[in-house]
């Protein structure tokens, strides 16, 4: 039996590292169909708590991108 477990949490970030510029939770909820809104923001918060991607704003206003593209 295949191991199953972070299969949605590497295709997240697997859609992250195909966007160019500045992205938002909705832009990865329509990009990752079946992976829960909960999933997604951890896998956010992890990548921003070890510094690969930053946040500009605050709600569902806020703009994500990777680290070094707009510093």
Known sequence: ??????GKKERVKGVIDLF?????LNDL???CPGVSLHT??????GLK???KITCRGW???AKWCKKGEYD
């Open 59 to 61: 709600g569902s206003g």
């Open 29 to 31: 909820e329509l990009s």
């Open 40 to 45: 997604i923001r951890k896998v956010l918060y």
């Open 1 to 6: 039996m295949r191991n199953l477990r972070g």
């Open 49 to 51: 708590k070890d510094g």
């Open 20 to 24: 160019c510029g500045e992205f938002t």
